[in-house]
């Protein structure tokens, strides 16, 4: 079955300390890893989509990595408006489906 | 605003009533997924349609979860004879193929 499992569960910070959170998949021929941001009551926002192992994107101060077994979101320099829910997804390459099988998010908090 | 946009934020129900939610796509995309979230969970999969045309559905889309997408445009989820367990937020998401963006969701409140 596939899945994806997050780590640390919550994560708080200072601002301006770096870290980064894990996402560690089982996901039938992955097709796509996907990078989302959720504030509290609203829809997850798009941040990044990793396609193979070694690729890696940037948005500001996040950076996403992806290897053949896990993704990694870097944090650099937090900022308060920066907390929020980080939600990974992976999409299953195999029987055609096009969901998106989700972690149960990351919810970091930055203190200023 | 050309993002996803969903109708209504908000839903009070009473156990046993039906409701109906309304998704409305970014314009030019032909693909468009329903999922459900509770608290402290990421979002699960529930049903999606290219075109329109209902092309997947999870095993936690029940007999009283129905979904339609007429003309390939807006999409709406019907639950019949609501359960308490029903009560959600409840996000439509829109693709062209890849990055599927998402909308503000309805909250389900089931009493």
């Known amino acids: 079955e596939d899945q994806v499992t997050q780590s640390p569960e919550a994560l708080r910070l200072q601002e301006g300390e770096s870290s980064s959170l894990n996402c560690s998949y089982t996901?039938?021929?992955?097709?796509?890893l996907f990078w989302y941001r959720q504030d509290p009551g609203k829809g997850p926002e798009f941040l990044f989509t990793?396609?193979?192992a070694g690729e890696e994107k940037e948005k500001e101060r996040l950076k996403a990595t992806l290897t053949k077994k896990e993704s990694f979101l870097h944090i650099t320099a937090p900022k308060p408006e920066d907390s929020a829910t980080y939600l990974c997804?992976?999409?299953?390459?195999?029987?055609?489906?096009?969901?998106?099988?989700f972690g149960k998010g990351t919810k970091l908090t930055v203190n200023p | 605003d050309t993002g996803v946009s969903q109708n209504p934020r908000h839903k009070i129900t009473k156990r046993g009533q039906n409701v109906t939610f309304r998704c409305d796509p970014i314009s030019e995309h032909n693909r468009l997924y329903w999922y459900r979230q509770t608290l402290g969970q990421g979002p699960e999969f529930l049903t999606y349609f290219q075109n329109e045309a209902q092309l997947e559905k999870s095993r936690l889309l029940s007999d009283r979860f129905s979904a339609e997408r007429p003309k390939g445009s807006f999409s709406t989820l019907e639950i019949q004879r609501t359960e308490q367990g029903d009560s959600a937020m409840y996000l439509c998401?829109?693709?062209?193929?890849?990055?599927?963006?998402f909308g503000p969701g309805t909250r389900l409140t089931v009493t």
């Open positions: 998401a829109s693709s062209s193929r890849y990055e599927q963006y």
């Open positions: 990793l396609y193979s």
């Open positions: 997804a992976g999409e299953p390459g195999q029987g055609g489906s096009e969901k998106l099988v």
């Open positions: 996901v039938s021929g992955l097709r796509g």
